[in-house]
Each structure stands twice: as C-alpha cells, then as structure tokens.
C-alpha cells in the first residue's frame, strides 16, 4: 500500500491510495483494503490527526476492494476527523465499494464526491 | 424733634426697577441685601430693615441686622415657614406674620427691646417678618420690618396695602439669591474639583513611580542574587537604575575587581566621547577621597556594558546639566562609585537620589558578596593544587610565577623547599626544547593537550590552558605537567593488542564459512604475533582434540614435550584448562629433556568458546631461532584473543550445522509437494454414493497413497496403498505407481486381473524392488456392487444396517511374489452401507499420553457420524486425530477413504469440489479470497456478485481468525468450494471454540449498533442468500454460505 498526501488548499489534505508508485512518485494500481493491510491505514490516518490535519479528502479510485476492517478504518477516520471539528470525505470510491458503502449505511455518516471540487467545497 | 420723613408715594415704577435691579446688578449675596434695603426704603419708605440670610445647604446664616432679634424670634418664624411651605400648594401666597406688640409676644427678648427703646428714646412695639424663599419654596432667609428711626408703628392696615407690593419686592429678592448661590455653589464646586484633580494627579505620579521603584527593585534584587559576575551585576543595576531615571550616561567605577580598577559606562543617549570621558573623570575624581592609594587614570580598563546605537552624529554641545556620584560601600570597604549623568535634568530629585542611594546598597551587597565569593575559592583552589598529583604552574597574565605546586617541582626536578623564580622554569623549557613553544601558547592563547617530552628518563606530558574569568577576561595561563612514562608503555601494548584484535576480528569475518581455511590463516596470524614459525591448533571435534592446522608441528612431535612426570604438557592444559608457558625450554626444571625437537620456549593454551573448552593453540620456539623471544605481553595479548578464535569456530561448525539441515528441509519439502500432488485434488462426483478422503502425512514424510481410477466401463476404481519406506524415494515410487496405475487399469475391470498384472509389472522392473501392499476396489454407481481385492493391505471396513465386518482377500503385497494368486470378491451395498479404506496408521496411532486408537475407536467414530456424509465423516476423523495428536508426534501417515450409499443424494450433487486448508494468518484471508474470485467467475457469476460472495467469505474468515482462534497464527482453517449447477456452497470450518452465539447472528439493523464482528455478521448475511452455522462439531464449528447462480439476466444488488 503506498500512500500519498497532499496539501490542497489552507488545510485541507488530500490523500491518495494506490497499491505501488507510478514513477511519477504518484500511488497507482488497484487496492484491497482488507483486514491484512488496514491497520497500515489506520496508523496513516491517525498520524494527519496528530498533525491536526483534520480536514481529509480520501481519494478512494484505486480501492477496489473493502472488507469490514477497511470500512471499521474509515469510520473511525471519520468519526475522530468530527470529534476535533473537523471533517473526512470519500473521493471517487469504485462501483463496488459504493454499493458496501451503501449496504452498511455508511454513506449516510460519510459524505461520498465525485470531483475533488465538490469535495472541496464541501470541507471549506 | 425734626419732622419725620414724609412717606414716598408707592410707584409701580419705582418697584419695577428694584425688582430689575435684583436680576441685574446683584452678583452677590451682600449687593442683593443692599438692593432690597434700598428697595424698602425708597419704594415704602421703610429704613429699618433687618435681614438674616440662611444657606440652605448648610446650617450658616449671614445676619444684616442693626436692631436686636431675639433668636427665639428667629427661630419661630423659621419654623413657621417651614410648617407653611411643607402644607403650601404652589400657587398659595407667600405669607408674613405681623406682630402687633412685641411686649406681649412670648419670644421677646424684653431686656433687648428695652435696649433698643432706650436707645431710640422710642418704643416701637409691632414688627412685620416676611420669609425670603427661594423659587422651589426654599427659605433663603428673612426680612424684619419695623420703624425705630422714623418712630412710627407699621400699623396692620398700614401694611395691608403695602403688602402685595412688598411681598412681590421681596420674592423678587429671593429669586434672585436663589440663582446667586446655586451660582456660586457651582463656581465653588468646580473650583474643588479641579484642585481635588491635580492632587489625585499629583498621588498617582507619585505612587507610579514608588510602584516603579519598587517593582525594578524587587525584579532586580532577584536577578542580582542570582548572578555570579561583577560585570552582571553592575548591568543589572544599571539597567534598574535606567528604567526609574532614564539618565543619559552612567558611569560605575570598581576599584578592585580588576588590577587598576574598572570604569563600565552605559551611554543611553548618543554623545560624543569628550562627555564621556568627562563622566569617567568625575567618578574618578569622586572616588580619590576615599582610595588609600592613588590612581593611575591609564591603567583603569574602560568597558562599554551598553552604548545605544544611533545614525545621527551627536551634537558637540551637549553637556552635562547634573550629575550625581553615589559611592558604592560593603562593609566600610569602598567597593566603588556610582555616576549618574543627566542633559535634561537640572538637578537629580530627592527621590532620585534616595532610589539611587537604595541602588548603590544592592549593588555594594551583590559585589560585596562576589568578592568574598572569589577569596574563598581562590583558597580553596591554591588548597587543592598543591594536594595534586600532576604538576601545576600557573602564570600570570603578564607572564609573573604565580604558583608551583610541590608535584611540578618534583617533575622538573627542583628541589622541594627552594623558592623557585620564573627564570628557573624558563630555564627549564629551553632544556625541554619547548620554551618557544610554550611562548607561542601563551601569547596566542590556543591551547595544548597531551604534549609529550622527554625529560630525564620520564615522559612528561604537557598540557597549557589559559585560564580566564567568569566575564572571559583572560587572568593567566595554567601548565599542568604530568608523569606518562608507566601510561606510555601500556598504552603501546593496549593499542598493539587493540589493532591484533582488529586484525584478527577481520579475517574471522572474511573467512567464516570454511574451518579449515579460517584456522589456517588465523595460526599464520598467530604465529606473526608472537614472531615464531612453529604451530598447531586442534579443534575439538566429537571428544577429541584433532590437529586442524599445523606449521611444522604435527601432533606427534608436540606430544612428546612432558612434564617430568610423563604427562605430555598437551594432557596437562587439556585437564585443567590452563595456559602453559615454559620458557628456556631445555634448562626448565620441570619438563622432561628428552624430545624430538629441541625447544627454546613453548606456549600451550586453550581456546575457549564462552564457557566450553573448544580448541588449543601451539606456539613454539626451535633452540635454531636464537635471536628470536616470545615475549610475555604477546603471549598475554594471544590470550585475549583466543575467545575469538573460539566464537569463529564454533561459528564456522555451526555453519555447516545448518548447510546440513537446509539440505534436510529441503529434501522433505520437495518429497511433501510431491506427495501432495500425487493425491487426488477432486474427489469424483458420483449421484448416489459421498465420497470422501484424508491423508495425514507424519512428519517425516511417508509413502501413503490413495487414488480414483475412472475406469472404461464406467466404473470407479479405489486405490489405497502403503508404500515401505520414507522420504524421496517413496515419493518417487508413488509417482511411479500413479503412472503405472492409470495407463494400465483404466480398461481392466476385475480387481483380480487389476492385481494380477500390477504384480506381474512389479516384479519385472529391477529398478523397483519394493512391496507395496494396495487395496483395490471397484464400485458400479449404478448397481451399487462393490468389488475389491486385497494385496496384503489392511482390510477395508464395511458398515451396514448396525453392523461391521471385514472386506478383505487373500493375497501378498505387490512385487514380492512371482505368482501372487490373488482373488476378488463382491458385494452389493444398500442405501446408507459405508465402506472405509485406511491404511495401518489409522488403526495403530499412539499420542504421547500413550492413548490408542483401534478399530472400536474407528467403528465407534463411525456409528456416531454415520448419518454424516462420506466427506463430513473423514473431516470429523480428521479433527479427532488434531486433538489426538495435539502436541505429540504424529509417527505414521493416517490415510482413509470413506464411501457411503446415498440414494436420496440425488440433487445434492456438487460438481466440482475444491478444498483449501490454510493457517489462521491475516495473509491467508486474501489467497482464499482470489481462490473464491477464480472459482465464483468461473461459473459465471457477475462481477459484482463475485465481489459479494468475496466479501462475505472474507467477513466469515476474519471472524474465525478473530474470534474462533482469538488471533493465534497456527491454527487450521479449512475451506471447501462446493460448485452446483445452481449455487456456490462454501463451507468453512475451524477447530477452535465456539464464537459465541451473538457474534454470529444479524441482529443490528443500524450502523451505530455495529461493534466489533457486528458489521462483519450483517454483511455476510446482506451478501448472500443462505447463511448456516453449526457448531459444537468436536472442536470447531463449521459455517456455510450459499449464494445462487441466476443464470441469464443478472440482477444488481441493492
């Protein structure tokens, strides 16, 4: 799992999934999120929080597989991201995904784009 | 008697004007008296009039009275004024009272009346008061009318007429005092309030800068009891003194902090350095009285502690407008002056002075302090140089002697108690050679560590630090001299030993894979160090010490060197493990003369490794090298390093140790892949009989085998054998019976024949020379008949309607007889007959608590399940022998077959079935689910629905991992992919204990409620169609999820 944050706009990070890195230094290639690598996830978000970068947009493209210890990750993302008033949303999650989104309700707590402009806009 | 004075005629005119005159001309209490006793007496005639001012804020009255008033008089009439206004309504007139004979009047004086009768010769006895009141009804004062002068009575009707006119004349009056002094109340009052202002303001300038003073105080006495530097303290003061007073250049004298005195200017404002300098001659010159000496002005050193920093040049006439010198004293001692120099100020305030004063106290107790600080350390110091060891000279800064210390005269050989003089020691350095070294030192102030020089068969080693005070002003250089000879000899043997360790630590590290190679450099090594060319090591190896590596010395040539007692000197450090070292070999008492080789000196000593005795080292001197000597300190420094040639060693063996073992594994690896895929990986799919199939492998891997032979009639031929013999070459033989079974049974269909030619085929090949005892059995799923025969194998069980008996023929193992005469029989089975093959190991198993299993187990085993299928039956036999084995060695294959009759099966027939044991690791989560992937797109589920079925599978194997097997690594997880026409089955089973009931059933609906398993438990049941979990299978449970094959249009998923 490689991971890529970046800083888009005040302090809103944006941050970027991707099974290896193109060479362009930029993660690519499709993902599991599972039970095997989610506590790598897990430690990669909580350090943003540590950081107090409480404003995430999670660049889901390249997720093309969660588990329920993926979705557990985000939630709890989410929930501390709301507990110190900030805020995560879900970029361009894959059709499957959505639809695992959707049967656990999880898409009525997280807010889930389509264009990081939206997203954007919806943590400023 | 002249003639009274004719009454004036009323005019309203006349009246007019009074009134006028009030709001016009009377600024003042007094004038307005004036008017209205004009008023009375040009408008009515009346000069004796009689007026009292009251103040209404105050209890004061002001009388203008020329005729005696008693005050009770007075006093009635207030009070009846008062009771009138308190009852008056606003528009009711002004009353008067008119007394018509004072003689009968209570409130009369009669001794005043009478005064004032004999003085006007007259008795007037009626009197008019009328009350000044103010506009709101205020009485302002009172009018008393009567007529002595005129020596007339006002007469009641007299007045009756006048009276409107007099009333309105005397309102009038009131009025306008009235609004006198409301007037001269507010002058008054802001009058006060501006002086009560520019006291407030005076107090508050006061007290801000006694809170100035205080509070620079406090901080700075707190800073200044910290602070352990004059320069420090006098900053600090100064910079206390700034913030009260904000001079412009203050200038503090020290006397004797530093030779000649210290002048520390702080220049606040910018001057030119004529004001300056001006300033330093003034506190020089205050200074003079008090110092016993006199001053040289050139030699006191000038320091800047704060110059302000300006662009503009300073203007040439500033001058000094005041200054004040306050004088710094600690104990009648005159520590130094303070000056204070002002432009602006004329002169420095008392307050300035006594904060000032307050100043010069803390920085004269702060100084005070630090120079008694620096005597006690300056003893205690000089106390301990002289107790010192290393030689101490100290210099001063223009180069005087301060001190030797009794060490350094010793070293440079002085004699104890002569006065040594600074030539002497100069002397001494040119002796040295260092003289100018020293020069150089001393003038550039760079120091030097650990010089050495020679001096009178000693090393002296010289180190020269110049020394400075707390505020680095530099008071001398230090010369400390010290005696290296003893550290100079060790510390050239530490660092030889040092770079042999090195040596010796990198060529173990380039030669650690091969002993022999290692050993032989490392004795080269060796015998380098100790600068001989005769040697050995021996290595232990199984008991005994084996000679590795020699040079020139074999083992039969130094065993020959004894002790006198016949012990050769080798047995001797063998026993007690203990370095020999004989040196002059030939003339030792000790050792046995006679010897192959003669021996100047010889070195025997053990290698160890940590605390075992490993190896021995030889070292040898022949009588020829005679200009050769093992010296001790190499011996000593081959000592230190033996230990190391004993890790390499042991290193190097056990190296090889492992080479070997690698090659073990490996070998067993390959023979279990081997094995594994000579197995079956599908049991054949048959409509009215379950099959089913284990093979447990011991350890060391076995020659066990099973196999499914479809045969040409349609038949399924059965195989279980058990090859003699273990590891590769039984694997290779299975291989080779596998290919000899299927190319050649395929079209036979008697057991019999089957055996017959396997036999025939056996014995002929030379290369096999093996028995194999095999089981063979054919079914006919259609008539269900089973016919078998046996080749010396363990007989095959058979179960029907309650009851167990033997399937078995007569007949040797494969290859061990020409002619192996082997028969068949038959049997027809019914609905729910089963039929097991096992191999020996099934029914002779023994774990470690000396449990057995035997046939009854087996039967028992078998009873129990037998309403099972034939698949579910071997994985319950499978899990017995888990717990059965748990912990114990497993020491023969378990292998077994299983067969039942199952007509009503009929639908329930998978078509493919794929198992897969995996360990209880997160990594195994994601194999299983590509396996799912493979298996679920291959028969033609979309790609979603592969996607949930995954998932679903995925949320079960993480509760088993999780829950079942609470995170441990090693357990067994076992999954089969059932593939129907119309559905994927996959069951899943663990052996752990039971999860618990909650975590697998879906009861919350709502994120929230999700904890833990939860939200695995609702999404497998969202994902698929059928969920079912049966537990309590000795151990474990077992879960199956179902999803169904909608062939043709495929339906999202909501």
Known sequence: ?124 | MPPLPLRPKFSKRKLDICCKSFSEKGQSAEELVRLLKNGLATVFGYRDSDIILYDPTSTTKTSYVHHTISEKEIQWIVEQTKEWALFATADQAIPHWYIDDRTHWIHTDPDQLRQDCNHYSWHCRDQLFIPILSEERYMLGLVRLQEWADKRLLTEKKIRTQLPHLMTLVHKMGCALDNVSIHQKIELLVAEKHSLKQRIQQDMRDLDRRLLELTVLYDTSNALSHSLSYSQVVALGMEAIYKVLKFDVGAVFLVDFVTGGEIITRINTPVESEFVKKAHANVLAACMPFLKRKLDINRVRVTMGYHIRSNSTPSSDIIIQSFANIPILFKEELLGMLNMCSIEKTSFSKNDLTFLHTMANQLASHLGRLKMMRKIEKSKVSALLKSMNEGIIMLGVESTLEFINPAAKKLLAYEDNTKVLLEDIWQTFKKLEIETLVHRCIQDGKNISSYEVPYKNQILLLDITKVNDTEQHKIGTVIVLRDATKSHHTNRINSRRLEVISRLNMIIKSFSADLDDLLTVVLEFILGVANVETGAIQVLQEGVFVTKVHSNFPDKIFNSYRFKNGQPIVKYVIDNQQLVFIENYRNSPNVHSYSKVALEEYVCMPIMAKNDFIGIVHLARKAEDLDRRIAEDDVTTIATITPLIGTAIRNAFLYQETLEKQKLEQELRVANEIQNKLLPEHLPQLSKVSLGAISLPARVIGGDYYDFIKLQDGNLGIVIADIVGKGIPAGLFMAMLKSILHTHLVPISSPKQALTQLNTLLIRDRVISKYVPLFYGILNPVTNVFTYANAGHEPALYFSKGQFSDLDTDGFPLGSLENGNYEEKSIQLSDHDWILLFTDGVIEARNEKKDSFDHIQLKNLLKKSSQSDADSFVGTVAAYFKTFYHLSKQHDDLTMVALKIDVSKKNNTPLKTTKKTVLSTKQAVKEIRNLCHNIATEMGFDESTVFNIKLALNEAHANIIEHAYEGRLDEEIVFKFLVYEDRLDIKIRDFGPDIEKKTTKSRAEHLDQLEGSGLGIFLIHSLVDKVEYTSGISPGSELIISKKLTKGVQHENP
């Not at chain 1, 929080?49 to 709890?76: C, K, P, Q, T």
């Not at chain 1, 989410?78 to 361009?92: D, I, P, R, W």
Request: aromatic fraction near 6%; charged fraction near 30%; hydrophobic fraction near 40%.
């Open chain 1, 1 to 124: 799992m490689k991971i890529h944050k970046v800083i888009c706009e005040k302090d809103i990070i944006k941050i970027l999934i991707g099974a290896e890195l193109s060479d362009d230094n930029l993660p690519k290639g499709n993902m599991e999120l599972d039970i095997e690598n989610q506590s790598q996830f897990v430690e990669e978000i909580n350090d943003l929080f540590v950081e107090e970068h409480i404003r995430v947009i999670l660049d889901m493209r390249y997720i093309n597989y969660i588990d329920s210890s993926g979705l557990w990750a985000l939630f709890e993302g989410y929930k501390t991201a709301s507990q110190k008033k900030g805020k995560l949303v879900l970029l361009n999650p894959t059709q499957d995904v959505k639809r695992v989104l959707d049967i656990t309700k999880m898409s009525s707590k997280i807010q889930i784009f389509e264009s990081e402009e939206e997203a954007l806009e919806a943590l400023q």
